[in-house]
Structures are given as structure tokens and as C-alpha cells.
């Protein structure tokens, strides 16, 4: 199991204050904005950039860089790897 | 008929209405670049008051402005039965104690300025402003009050500042609504205000004549603008409707224009479903920044200066056209006579509001 | 001429719609109160998690309001019915939280700002239903029949036919919600004026037992 991806999926739930909704009902390449998937919006990327940095210590400084990277766990888990590098 | 006068504002441009317009038209601008006072130490462009000091600002604010409203109007006006006060502010004197936002202030003019009635305070976000004229205007029309004393204020505050910046909605640089290079908003703090009466003889100086107007919602989303401008267009037709006004009797819009992104595209695509795209249009937040609560009042009573001087003022910091829909933004100053104009107010909660003044 | 035809109370333990109790207060729940309501009313919109306590009020009591008195969503057209709200703290509660988010937790909140204004409730009905009428959120030392009665009878002279009308104060373990609905025509209905708003804003205060 890929703990960073784990992670992801408790502080998301933290961060964005997901009701009724545990990690495992969040698959990795789940589209996280989509009305399918969890139908997160632009607020919640904003959020999504504050746990980039509350719990990673990512700064995003262009919300459009978000946009890529906050596609899925996966690519959010690609990012955070990338940036850490 | 239902008049208004007796405009002030209150801004780092100066404490009256006269002062502030001898600013405008010298192409002035409130904003400068602030050290360290965005979350992370930034420097930050703000429209900040510097000479106003102190823990109660927003207080101070309200009483200059109502002062000086008491130089301009019948001093009988103030303590009378029929007289309302309506404050328009979206945070009020949150910075100094967040559960009394505007009691101890409205409590205080109470005393201080002896009136007769619960002042109201209307906290609708970005058009508090525009929709307390309006709500004004409305009491006159039904006789309810004689005259209302509109106030508009807001204090730049840490709260409102780590938000705004939290929503990546703050510029880099002074605001520069309606252009191409346009990423935020600059803040802004000030106070406006207006009286909105059923009697010319209350005023010391000409008043003009309100044509009150309506709000509509977006039914969109609370903290993003409508991507047709539903909420914009249907308050603006409606407003122009109800009071009988043909859109080629506009002769000049005073925009929100707060220089987002998606706001002012949101207004450029209203504007032109409205068919008013030709109309000469400004926004004031280059020289103000976004008062917020006040900036409705502020920007009508700016708007009321540029009718009374006759000039068309340009839309500071605009330089090239950023909206998908092509307005008529004014880039330079212009003497014109102007009939009519119309002040439209948009913001979070899906709200928007117009009005018109009209010349007399 | 005015009445109000349908209303819905919720305080810190009960919530009534139209003076009659439908939920009470689980206090072994593990779920907060306005969860509670939303499970029980078997009300579906994921949104409403992600709500403040102002909006979640007005979601609830205004969608009760909407199955006391379906006609609502039929009889108007989607700018007729007005939006009238008004409290003592404004967003107080919420303000708060997002201050604690900056001063306490490291990081300003961006979904918490966006509930730091009072009128977002307004927003969030008025998506809900796409609704696009008019909107009035006022802050009041307290709640001001007059000013309920001469607004509403306002906007009612206009372009609008009901008006939503609500006084939703929420500070601490304080909870005072009071939605009503004004028609300008109905049958078998409280007439809108002092006497029967006093009356009806009353209500919970006595309640059927």
C-alpha cells in the first residue's frame, strides 16, 4: 500500500471536511472534481492547496498549478514526489 | 420624486465629496504599496487611510462622514421621527471584537447624533452599498420614512485581507479592472454617504433625482461570478424597466469592475446581453480599491461629482481590452454633460443590485 | 394584502414547522443537530456538509417550508419570490472560525471566508432553487417585526409575489432560526400583519405539548 497516498486521502477528509466518507471509499485515480467522482469545487482547491502546504510543506503559489496536479490521488501523490525531489 | 444629495466620501483621497473629486480628476489614486502586512509579510497594495489611527477606525469613519452630512442638510433632519439611518457594511468594527461587528457603533451615533429611529444595517456583501440606496429609495416611495441617511463603511483588516488572499483574489499590482493584465483586487477602506429624501428644500446644495432600482441573485454560486451574467443582466433590465428608462438614455455605467478574473468578465458579458456595452463605463477601484460595503455608496456618490462637473472620468489602470465581450471602457477624462447614469454592484452570494441617478 | 402561510422554527433542541414539533434532539447522538434534522427529513444535497451552521438553518427550515407548502416551488416564477433575512451577529460564529484557522491552525481557511459574510445563506437558497429574486440580508439588535412587515410589503408591491422571510441567529449554543413565507394571495391564512407575526415568531415559545 502506498502510505503517501493513504495520507492523502485522511487529510483530504480532514482539510475538506468530507462527511460520511472514509479512505477507502476513495479510489486513486478517482477524478476528485468531477460530479461522478467527488465533486469537489474551486473552494476546495483552494483547501487543497492549503493542505499542500499544512502537511507537506509545498507552497503552490499559482492556483493554475493546482489544476494539474489536483486531478486524482495519484497525480496529487505524482506532484507532492515531484516537488520533494 | 426622490431625491439625492449631499454626498460625502471619505477615502485616503480626502474627507469630503469636492476633495475627493479634486483627486479623481487629477488622476490620483488612494493605493500605494503597504510593507508586511499580507499573511506571510507580503507588501501589499491596500487604499489604506494612513492618518486614521486608533482601535475604533470603522467608528471614527462613520461619525466624520455623518458630520459632515450634518453641514450639507436641514439640521432638523437628523433627530427627526421620520428620519432613518441605514449602514451599509459587510464587517463593520469586526477587528477590534468579532461578536459586536456593529451594535456599540450604532448605539453610539444613536447618542451622539440624537436620532429617533434604530439605525438598520444592511450586510450583503459587495452590494450592501448599491442595495441600501435602493432600500432607501424604496422607503421613500412608500412614505414609510421622509429621508434616509445612507452611510457605507469599511476598515482594510487582517481578517479581510488573509481571506481575500487565501482566494489568490488579491493584485500584485494596483488593481486594473476591465484590462487584459488584470489578476485581483486591491483592498480598500473608506466611508461614503448619501440622504436619500422626498423633499428637494432639506439640502443646502441641488440634489439629483434617484431612480430606484432592484437586486437580483445569480443562483450560480456563493464566491463565483456567473459565467452569463445572469443576476447582473435581469437586476439591470429590470431596474431600467421599472422606472421607465430607455438604455439610450444612459449616458454613462459605473461598473463594479473589482479587476478579477471572472468578475469583470461576468459584467462585460452582462452588460452586452443588456445591450449597454457602447455606453461610456468606468470602474472606480483604481482609485479606491474595493471598499466592500462601502464601495456601493462611495462610487454613487463619486458618480454623483462626475454629473455634477460634467466630465466622464476614466477607468484607472486600464490600458487594453480583457473581456471576451468588448465594453466601452472611458480611458480618458472627457467633458460631457451627463442626464442619466447607472451604478451596478455585484458580489459574493450570487448578489447583484443597480440604480440610476438622474440629473435634475 | 399579505399572509403568511407557512413557518418553521428551529432552536437548540427542537424544530417545528407551522408551530407543530417534527424533530427533536438526540443529545446520544453522535451527529450535530442540524445533521440530525437533515438524516431524519431524509433531505439529499452533499452540499450541505460543507455549509456553515447560518446556512445549514436555512436549508433545512426553508425546505421544510417547501414541503409545508409545495405551491411555493410551482406557483412562482423564478424571480418572484424575494428573500428577506435578518439577524443580531451577523456571521459572528463563522468569522470566528476563520480566525482561528489563521491565528490557531497555521493557515487561513478559503471555505471557511467565503461563510464570513451573512447574506451567503441567501446565495445558497437562491442556488438551490434557482431562485433569482430579490435579496436583503439585515443585521438588527433584534428581530424587528416592522421591519419584516414594511419591507416585505415593499418588495411585494414590485415585481414580487412571496417573500421568504427569516431571522436566523446562531452564536454559540444559541440557536434562534424563524423562517416564514409571505404570499400576496392564499386562502385560509394568517393575515401578515403585527399582531399574527408577534404571534406566530412566538410560537416555539409555548409549544404543543
Request: charge should be negative; charged fraction near 20%.
Amino acid at each position: 500500500m502506498d502510505t503517501l497516498k493513504e495520507d492523502l486521502k485522511k487529510q483530504i477528509i480532514e482539510q475538506l471536511n468530507l462527511e460520511e466518507i472514509t479512505p477507502a471509499d476513495i479510489a486513486d485515480d478517482v477524478l476528485l472534481f468531477n460530479d461522478s467522482g467527488l465533486g469537489l469545487d474551486s473552494i476546495d482547491a483552494l483547501e487543497l492547496i492549503v493542505l499542500l502546504e499544512k502537511y507537506h510543506g509545498i507552497q503552490v503559489t499559482n492556483p493554475d498549478e493546482g489544476k494539474e496536479a489536483f486531478k486524482s490521488i495519484d497525480t496529487m501523490a505524482e506532484y507532492i514526489r515531484k516537488r520533494k525531489s | 420624486m426622490t431625491y439625492i444629495g449631499a454626498e460625502v466620501i471619505v477615502s485616503p483621497l480626502g474627507e469630503t465629496a469636492e476633495e475627493n473629486w479634486l483627486a479623481l480628476s487629477d488622476d490620483q489614486s488612494g493605493i500605494t504599496l503597504v510593507e508586511d502586512v499580507g499573511y506571510n509579510q507580503e507588501n501589499i497594495y491596500l487604499s489604506k487611510i494612513l492618518s486614521l489611527s486608533g482601535q475604533n477606525r470603522f467608528h471614527q469613519l462613520v461619525v466624520k462622514a455623518l458630520s459632515e452630512i450634518q453641514q450639507q442638510i436641514d439640521p432638523q433632519v437628523f433627530g427627526s421621527k421620520k428620519t432613518l439611518v441605514i449602514l451599509s457594511s459587510t464587517k463593520g468594527a469586526l477587528y477590534s471584537n468579532v461578536t459586536d461587528q456593529f451594535e456599540s457603533c450604532v448605539s453610539a451615533i444613536v447618542q451622539q447624533f440624537g436620532l429617533a429611529n434604530q439605525p438598520v444595517v444592511i450586510s450583503n456583501a459587495c452590494i450592501s452599498g448599491v442595495l441600501a440606496i435602493n432600500t432607501a429609495g424604496n422607503f421613500i416611495r412608500e412614505k414609510i420614512y421622509d429621508n434616509v441617511i445612507v452611510v457605507g463603511c469599511d476598515i482594510i483588516s487582517d481578517f479581510v485581507l488573509y481571506g481575500f488572499q487565501c482566494l489568490f483574489a488579491i493584485s500584485n499590482q494596483p488593481c486594473v479592472p476591465f484590462d487584459t493584465t488584470r489578476n485581483g483586487i486591491t483592498l480598500g477602506e473608506g466611508c461614503g454617504a448619501v440622504v436619500v429624501s422626498a423633499s428637494k428644500e432639506i439640502f443646502h446644495k441641488q440634489p439629483l433625482q434617484l431612480l430606484t432600482g432592484t437586486s437580483a441573485n445569480d443562483a450560480n454560486h456563493i464566491s463565483g461570478p456567473s459565467r452569463t451574467g445572469e443576476g447582473l443582466f435581469r437586476s439591470v433590465t429590470k431596474t431600467l424597466q421599472m422606472n421607465k428608462v430607455d438604455k439610450g438614455e444612459i449616458d454613462f455605467v459605473s461598473a463594479h469592475g473589482t479587476a478579477t478574473v471572472y468578475n469583470d468578465e461576468m459584467e462585460a458579458i452582462a452588460f452586452d446581453r443588456a445591450e449597454l456595452s457602447h455606453i461610456p463605463l468606468n470602474s472606480f477601484k483604481g482609485y479606491f480599491g474595493h471598499t466592500l460595503g462601502a464601495a456601493g455608496v462611495i462610487e454613487t456618490a463619486a458618480s454623483m461629482q462626475m454629473i455634477r462637473n460634467a466630465t466622464l472620468l476614466k477607468s484607472k489602470g486600464f490600458a487594453k481590452p480583457g473581456t471576451s465581450k468588448l465594453i466601452n471602457v472611458i480611458e480618458k477624462n472627457e467633458v460631457k454633460s451627463l442626464q442619466t447614469i447607472l451604478k451596478t454592484a455585484s458580489g459574493f452570494g450570487g448578489g447583484n443590485a443597480s440604480l440610476m441617478i438622474r440629473n435634475l | 394584502m399579505s399572509f403568511i402561510t407557512a413557518y418553521c422554527h428551529l432552536t437548540k433542541d427542537t424544530c417545528y414547522v407551522d408551530g407543530e414539533i417534527i424533530s427533536k434532539r438526540d443529545i446520544d447522538s453522535e451527529d450535530a443537530w442540524f445533521k440530525q434534522i437533515y438524516k431524519e427529513q431524509e433531505f439529499v444535497y452533499p452540499k450541505f456538509y460543507k455549509m456553515d451552521m447560518l446556512s445549514q438553518a436555512g436549508f433545512l427550515a426553508s425546505e421544510l417550508i417547501k414541503r409545508a407548502k409545495p405551491g411555493i416551488v410551482t406557483n412562482y416564477g423564478d424571480d418572484e419570490i424575494a428573500l428577506i433575512f435578518a439577524n443580531k451577529s451577523a456571521s459572528a460564529a463563522t468569522d470566528q472560525r476563520f480566525i482561528n484557522s489563521y491565528e490557531k491552525n497555521g493557515s487561513p481557511s478559503p471555505s471557511l471566508f467565503v461563510y464570513t459574510l451573512p447574506n451567503i445563506v441567501l446565495g445558497e437558497i437562491a442556488i438551490l432553487n434557482k431562485w433569482y429574486g430579490e435579496n436583503m440580508f439585515a443585521v438588527l439588535p433584534n428581530f424587528v417585526p416592522d421591519f419584516f412587515l414594511n419591507y416585505t410589503q415593499i418588495l411585494l408591491s414590485g415585481s414580487s409575489k412571496a417573500a421568504l422571510c427569516g431571522w436566523l441567529e446562531i452564536l454559540g449554543n444559541e440557536i434562534d432560526a424563524f423562517l416564514f413565507l409571505v404570499e400576496k394571495e392564499a386562502s385560509n391564512a394568517l393575515q401578515f400583519n403585527h399582531e399574527n407575526l408577534m404571534k406566530v415568531a412566538g410560537q416555539k415559545e409555548s409549544p404543543i405539548s
